[in-house]
């Protein structure tokens, strides 16, 4: 669940990669990137998930295109896009959208039936 709050319009920077494999200095790059991002102007937040098979979802929020864009030419970043492409993932897309509009809904849950 996010932690922050969405303007009324933004942009998103999706990431999804497939891992090549369980390489330590991954995370460390991985937790680099996630606090350089952070201190980017116009950087809004972000949320990512990574399933037990490697594959992931990576979404970054940023006020307008060109933070978007200057986070992607960041040096410390472009390092750990080649780093990717040379040695942590076996394929990756990035895609980028204008989101003009946007809702979060919360909705209550029964509690699961318990197993028998």
Known sequence: ???F???PSYVVVAFLSQRA???PEYGVMAQRMLTLAAEQPGFIGV???RDAQGLGITLSYWTDRKAAADW???PEHREAQRLGRERWYLWYRTR?????AGRDTVTPHEPLPAQE
């Open 1 to 3: 669940m996010k932690t």
């Open 21 to 23: 494999g369980d390489d």
């Open 72 to 74: 992607g030419r960041q």
């Open 96 to 100: 980028v959208w204008d989101v003009v």
């Open 47 to 49: 949320e990512s998930v």
């Open 5 to 7: 709050d969405l303007p």
